[in-house]
């Protein structure tokens, strides 16, 4: 049927889209190429991009971001993968007490759990030290050392974002067919095989989509280290986010923090598209 | 066999339950700080059990912030937002999914990319509009407005609305009803949870945002209630007990809410990763 009413639907979207998300899409890469610390704004194609191949705080920033990239993302999938093959299980009982338990931390705002886990890992009185101290272990200096800083970092990502990707994986595996399974079964295949052949098949979409949803958002990491470790000690834990957020909200240096957010960008889109290629069914 | 089942669930529940306490007890740590006096924090071994000072606590929060008046802005500020992105998404979602019309494929094409589009890059530009252009600093509107475009909201609405039988919508043709009032009167209700759905999550977005409000709101009297906290966490002379109860505050409704109602919560989460 003809009608213009589709466009009168999608207009107070579309605008608000054009404002909001279109438009600063290209303004920002136009002002990755302006020099803001001069006013009026100029035009400089070097000034920004040239200084960010030579500012070691950038490559420390890039660098612990994709320390934690590497290290916490696949931790963290990994978990949430055996989480939701666990919750899948008819082996499992209390599945109501499991699913609230590793399922809630996706309402807790990242302010409220950054707080409370400063607290959790204070050196004198953390409850994690309190416990390694009466296990006998010395504990750690966790905020002001830099390898246990990140560490921190690490666990508080894991604990608020496994339940989320579990959620999503389990969505995943409850839309596999009973059938295959069972036709498995049938041919003999045991636990292991059954899982191979059958489960990671027909969850490797989602997963795919839980990997990539996780390469976007931790590339963006802030709020984390910005409340819970200020980037430091020195600046073990500065990431990429907080960096900009310094170089545009602090030094109110639009045009680098540009660059810097069209690295992220850029990278978002290499790792991502890698990730398509490499896990491409074939 | 059946013994072999018995044996291998209770291994799985021996693993899993220790895991699930871990899991907890940052909540629940939070919620015992919020409830001890302020030097029992600072105590080894750590308190496990709950106490009675979580009235002396609030008057401690509230003294360093004013977090009531947070809280406030936080409702507003989420409740506004919620409201218009959800219209705005599902109106969109309507038009993707009941019309066929020129220019479809790319406005679809366009809300997909958009749902790729990391937020770092968008972020600076839209403060430069919110606070430079239209002088929003440190209203509700310069929080709300970059919220109320949301492509995985119109992604999530269109599905729903693909699942709507046209001969409903065709009927209400018959009859001579309005495109605009088959929207609302007879496709929006028809969708309720879904719609309920989508609204707790994108509350839940907002509510719990840091970074935008951070940046558009510098006068207390607007702060929402993760800046309110925000702003205190690094000072020296601060009640944590008070930090405790803002979070805890800030925390319950969601994990009640979550409790009761954990499918809606699940059918917005998954909006978008699993194809219906």
Same mark, same amino acid.
């Given at each position: ?24 899409v ?6 990755s ?27 420390? %920033?890039l ?23 666990a919750?899948?299980?008819?082996l ?9 338990a590793?399922?809630v ?22 409850a ?15 905020? *002001? ?5 990140? $560490? ?18 389990? $969505?995943?595996?409850q ?7 069972? $036709? ?12 191979? *052949? ?15 949803l ?20 020195g600046? %073990? ?7 900009? *957020? ?12 540009? $660059?810097?957010?069209y ?19 074939r | 066999?059946?013994?072999? +089942?018995?044996w ?5 529940? !021996? @693993?899993l ?29 750590? &308190? ?26 936080? =409702? ?21 999914a009941?019309? +066929? ?7 679809f ?10 937020y770092?890059t968008?972020? =600076?530009?839209?403060? =430069? ?14 929080? =709300?407005?970059?919220?109320? !475009? ?14 709507? &039988? ?13 495109? @605009? ?7 929006? &209700?028809?969708?309720?949870?879904? @719609? ?24 207390k009297?607007?702060?929402? !209630?993760?800046?309110? @906290? ?6 020296? +002379? ?16 969601f994990?009640?809410?979550?409790f ?15 194809k219906?």
């Open positions: 049927m003809r009608t213009r009413a589709p466009y009168f639907f999608l207009a107070p979207y579309l605008a608000f889209f054009a404002l909001f998300w279109a438009w600063p290209v303004y920002s890469l136009y002002l190429f302006l020099n803001t610390r001069v006013y009026p704004w100029r035009l400089e194609f070097g000034t920004n991009w040239s200084r960010l191949l030579q500012d070691p705080f950038f490559f420390v %920033a660098k612990n971001t994709l320390l934690i990239l590497v290290v916490q993302v696949p931790l963290m999938l990994v978990l949430a993968l055996i989480l939701a093959l919750l899948n299980s008819t499992l009982r209390m599945k109501g007490f499991y699913r609230f590793f399922f931390p996706v309402v807790v705002g990242s302010v409220a759990y950054s707080a409370t886990f400063r607290l959790l890992f204070n050196t004198e009185f953390g994690v030290n309190a416990l390694l101290r009466s296990l006998g272990h010395p504990g750690y200096d966790w905020l *002001y050392t830099p390898g246990p800083a990140m $560490a921190v970092i690490i666990f508080a990502l894991t604990w608020r974002w496994t339940g989320y990707n579990a959620i999503i994986l389990l $969505a995943g595996l839309r596999i067919p009973r059938e295959l399974y069972e $036709a498995a079964a049938i041919d003999g295949a045991n636990f292991w095989q059954q899982f191979r *052949y059958v489960t990671l098949p027909g969850i490797r979409p989602v997963l795919l989509f839980c990997l990539v996780s390469i976007i958002g931790t590339l963006q990491l802030f709020t984390e280290p910005f409340l819970i470790t200020a980037g430091g000690p600046n %073990a834990t500065m990431t990429l986010g907080l960096y900009l *957020y310094q170089q545009g909200f602090r030094s109110f240096n639009f045009g680098y923090a540009s $660059a810097i957010a690295t992220v960008a850029l990278l978002a889109a290499t790792l991502s598209f890698l990730q398509l290629r490499l896990w491409r069914e | 066999m059946r013994g072999r +089942r018995f291998l669930s209770l291994g799985l529940q !021996a @693993l339950m220790p895991l699930a306490l871990l899991w907890l007890a940052p909540l629940w740590l939070m919620f015992v700080f919020a409830t001890r006096p302020e030097y029992d924090i600072f105590r080894v071994p750590t &308190p496990l059990l709950p106490g009675t000072a979580f009235c002396d606590n609030l008057n401690n929060l509230q003294e360093d912030t004013d977090f009531f008046r947070a809280l406030w802005n936080s =409702i507003v500020v989420s409740g506004l937002s919620t409201l218009g992105a959800v219209l705005l998404s599902s109106l969109s979602g309507f038009a993707l009941v019309y +066929r019309f020129r220019g479809q494929a790319f406005v094409s366009l809300v997909v990319l958009t749902l790729t589009i990391p770092f968008v972020v =600076i530009p839209q403060y =430069i509009l919110v606070a430079r252009e239209f002088q929003l600093t440190n209203t509700y509107w310069g929080v =709300i407005l970059p919220f109320l !475009a949301n492509a995985l909201g119109v992604f999530y609405m269109r599905q729903v609305f693909l699942s709507l &039988p046209s001969s409903l919508l065709d009927a209400a043709r018959v009859d001579g009803a309005s495109e @605009l009032r088959i929207f609302f009167q007879i496709a929006l &209700p028809l969708v309720t949870p879904s @719609l309920a759905a989508l609204a707790l999550i994108f509350f839940l977005n907002v509510w719990n945002d840091y970074l935008w409000p951070l940046l558009v709101l510098s006068e009297e607007m702060y929402t !209630a993760p800046v309110a @906290l925000g702003t205190l966490i690094g000072l020296t +002379r601060v009640s944590w007990a008070g930090i405790m109860v803002g979070s805890f505050l800030m925390t319950l409704p994990a009640v809410l979550f009761f109602l954990q499918r809606y919560f699940v059918a917005g989460i998954t909006a978008g990763a699993i219906e």
